[in-house]
């Protein structure tokens, strides 16, 4: 069976600080997404990297996938209460159809 | 743009009644997919479809129904409702399976 694990589970920080979440797993992926879920709201899709080893920047974002497409993170820089959130993962397999979800993050970004 | 329009936005049923949850999407995506939301246990895949007409398991589809007769609907059945089909559920579509999804707003179904 295949499965995600993130860490930390939850994070509570003040405005300005930097912080990474991490993604692990045991299996090799295709393609993984990182995503961005607010109260009330469905997931909102951030990045997608598909190659080992590919560094994408969004604003403050940066997201690394492993070199070996088995593990992914997540860096804020500068974190503001507009990051606060619940932050999951996605690895799409190499073979069959199936796209798994990590359990998340919960960051908490105090002002 | 819609983009995932899912309905209703909240429900209560009684054990043992019946529902339907509707999700549409306008982005003309081949890819639709039934997920369920639990406390600590991240996105689970219920039901998905590769297109018009197609439906598949997914992790944890037992208790659960669906349909895509048409390409932009996909429609989630609950027959016999039980308290562990208490959740969020979240329909969602993609283009291509690599490269990630758009998700609706999400049903919190409550069963009492």
């Known amino acids: 069976t295949q499965l995600l694990e993130q860490s930390p589970q939850f994070l509570s920080i003040q405005e300005g600080e930097n912080l990474t979440v991490y993604c692990n797993s045991s299996?090799?992926?295709?393609?993984l997404q990182w995503y961005r879920q607010e109260p009330g709201e469905g997931p909102v899709l951030l990045v997608t990297?598909?190659?080992?080893?590919e560094v994408k920047k969004l604003k403050r974002l940066t997201f690394q996938f492993g070199d070996a497409r088995k593990d992914s993170s997540l860096h804020i820089t500068a974190a503001q209460p507009g990051d606060t959130g619940l932050y999951l993962c996605a690895g799409a397999g190499t073979g069959g159809f199936k796209t798994i979800f990590g359990a998340g993050t919960r960051l908490f970004v105090k002002a | 743009n819609a983009g995932v329009t899912q309905t209703p936005k909240f429900r209560v049923l009684k054990t043992g009644q019946s529902m339907t949850l509707l999700c549409a999407q306008d982005m003309n995506h081949e890819y639709m997919y039934w997920y369920r939301q639990d406390p600590g246990m991240g996105l689970r895949l219920i039901h998905y479809s590769v297109g018009e007409g197609t439906t598949a398991k997914g992790e944890v589809p037992d208790g659960y129904n669906v349909s895509r007769l048409k390409k932009q609907n996909f429609l989630l059945g609950l027959e016999s409702a039980a308290p562990s089909q208490t959740s969020v559920y979240f329909c969602?579509?993609?283009?291509?399976?690599?490269?990630?999804?758009?998700f609706g707003s999400g049903t919190r179904l409550t069963v009492v």
């Open positions: 969602a579509s993609s283009l291509v399976r690599r490269e990630g999804y758009t």
């Open positions: 299996s090799v992926f295709s393609s």
């Open positions: 990297v598909v190659t080992g080893g």
